[in-house]
T-cell receptor, first 115, second 114 residues
């Protein structure tokens, strides 16, 4: 069974500091992809970053990086130099090779950036 | 511009009154899905389609119908809405094959059934 777990329902971070959002996953697929999406208060889902299960390097996209620890089945999102506009809900998601049609989502983490 | 377009964005309806939420994508994607988002549960798949005339149930299909008559369109139909279908709905599309292609989401439809 595929499962994504995000254990932090809400987090606070001071503006300009770095923050790590946790994500662990469970899958029996050998090949899979891990994704992070941002959902601002306006509601849309914004793709942030992708990590493949066979990628040896951690993915980075601007201020976003993914701390991928395959043996621990974790794919934490690191946001550096937080900005007020980073306040949003963040979802970790996975797509496996056995079932291409589906993305499995965690329950999300609500991040609040304090000025 | 590559996009998935859902309509309407907001909808308040009464129990039992049939409604349709439209979804259209302009990226020629084979795969399209409907998800519902509920607090504490993340997004759960309702139905998906792998191509025209090919649809199948996701994790929470009860009370919903879909159709895929054209590649770009994937409407969600609630034949007899009930209050437990009050939720935020997303249509998504992505390319077939591989695990490395992200899903593109519509703007969401916030549905309230009273």
């Amino acid at each position: 069974a595929q499962k994504i777990t995000q254990t932090q329902p809400g987090m606070f971070v001071q503006e300009k500091e770095a923050v790590t959002l946790d994500c662990t996953y469970d899958t029996s697929d050998q090949s899979y992809g891990l994704f992070w999406y941002k959902q601002p208060s306006s509601g849309e889902m914004i793709f942030l970053i992708y990590q493949g299960s066979y990628d040896e390097q951690n993915a980075t996209e601007g201020r976003y990086s993914l701390n991928f620890q395959k043996a621990r089945k974790s794919a934490n999102l690191v946001i550096s130099a937080s900005q007020l506009g980073d306040s949003a809900m963040y979802f970790c998601a996975m797509r496996g090779s056995y079932n291409f049609n589906k993305f499995y989502f965690g329950s999300g983490t609500k991040l609040n950036v304090k000025p | 511009e590559a996009q998935v377009t859902q309509n309407p964005r907001y909808l308040i309806t009464v129990t039992g009154k049939k409604l349709t939420v439209t979804c259209s994508q302009n990226m020629n994607h084979e795969y399209m899905s409907w998800y519902r988002q509920d607090p504490g549960l993340g997004l759960r798949q309702i139905y998906y389609s792998m191509n025209v005339e090919v649809t199948d149930k996701g994790d929470v299909p009860e009370g919903y119908k879909v159709s895929r008559k054209e590649k770009r369109n994937f409407p969600l139909i609630l034949e007899s809405p009930s209050p437990n279908q009050t939720s935020l709905y997303f249509c998504a599309s992505h390319r077939s094959g591989g695990v490395n292609t992200e899903a593109f989401f519509g703007q969401g439809t916030r549905l309230t059934v009273v």
